[in-house]
């Protein structure tokens, strides 16, 4: 039925790397591994019944009790093929077994189907931070209960704990996650009615905190005190670099010298760092090129530009580095990494540039299909011109430029 090849070895499946796009790995005999691009690695068996192609899904490929082996999927692939040669299908065959073990669909099981079709788009690091979530607060109460069984009343007993603990950002991430499995049955014809719909009306809301930044005529107290305040290299760098970049605080700190190209004077930061998962070019004025320049001589025998101080080798500066410099040159409750981002935005459109422009520099990328294919390099002649334009308001603002620089000026 399919072709003969060469048979997987462990350390074969151990070596592969996620690529730009899921794909697949042969084992022979319709057995194959479907690797996605956030590097999971599924075990799926291709057969033939009743003259249609269908696939079968043999679970997650690892040496864990809750994974799947080589040696394990081979077996249940022959345990599936035995089922065909008797006439079974064994997708149907695997669905009426967890009926008749369960009693019927179970919230986790059904969770574990919903997170399964969400791999192909989030990363390993937020599926593994979503199902933490639902362990520890949905599924020792209700992870056990046949889906279709649950009750708005149930459902809202479990949701009222999360609240009455004051996790009320936590309380929101639960209640969408469940209300997005509650779709999912829906749709796989499990249940009838969504118990989880409308039910934010009887919870707490989540205010949302304001990122903190200052005003504009703050700006050259700003930029006094990293230039004067004693830091460590790489944070008085990264600060600069956020500042004249207005990048995240992440897409920053994890920076690799491979990604600088100083001919060019670009930073390509990588899509698999980036919030939207798209590649990003980053065009670099002649300050934040000198300020990486300067930087090169301490860390650039390492990979990481912001390479820690601790252990330079292997990881970045701190996640909160930047943040506690800050709040130590007295900008606590004042302003945030993140607020350099809000602080250039909106000085750029008083300034009068296209917010096309200002939108694509700070990597806003709109998901509707319709405005046409994705441009990593998209408005960058007039991306260049604007971020040294910007560098160069930076290091001359005394609060009295605050003016439309563009009104008499257009881009070549």
Known sequence: MYPQMAKLNINA???????????????????????????????????????????????????????????????????????????????????????QSSGAYTFQAIAADWLDTRANEWTA???????????????PHLGHVAISEISPVQLLDVLKRIESRGSLEMLKKIRQRCNAI?????????????????????????????????????????VEAINSHPLEPTTKAGLLIALYTFQRTNEIRFAQWHEIDFEQKFW???????KMKREHVVPLSRQALQVLTDLQPLTGHYDFVFASSHRPQSQPMSNNAMLYALYRMGFH?????????????????????DGRWIEKQLSHEDKNTIRGTYNKAEHIHERTIMMQEWADFVDRADGSNVISLRQSKEID
């Open 13 to 99: 499946l151990n070596a592969l790397k996620p690529k730009d796009k899921a794909y697949k790995v042969f084992d022979g005999g319709g057995l194959f591994l479907l690797v996605h691009p956030n590097g999971s690695k599924y075990w799926r068996l291709k057969y033939r019944i009743e003259g249609k192609e269908k696939t079968l899904s043999l679970g997650v490929y690892g040496s864990k009790p809750s994974q799947v082996s080589l040696k394990a999927a081979r077996f249940k692939a022959q345990e599936a093929k035995a089922q065909i040669a008797d006439g079974l299908d064994p997708s149907q065959a695997k669905q009426q077994e967890k009926k």
């Open 125 to 139: 690091r937020h599926i593994k931070s979503v199902t933490t979530s639902l362990e520890k607060n949905i599924y």
């Open 182 to 222: 509650f779709v999912h049955a829906k749709f796989k014809g499990l249940i009838d009615s969504n118990p989880a719909e409308g039910i934010s009306q009887v919870l707490k809301k989540h205010k949302a905190k304001n990122h903190q930044n200052i005003k504009i005529k703050e700006l050259p107290e700003l």
């Open 268 to 274: 390509t930061i990588p899509a698999e760092r980036m």
């Open 333 to 353: 409750g004042r302003m945030t990494v993140h607020g350099f981002r809000h602080l250039a935005s909106t000085s750029l459109n008083e300034m009068g540039f």
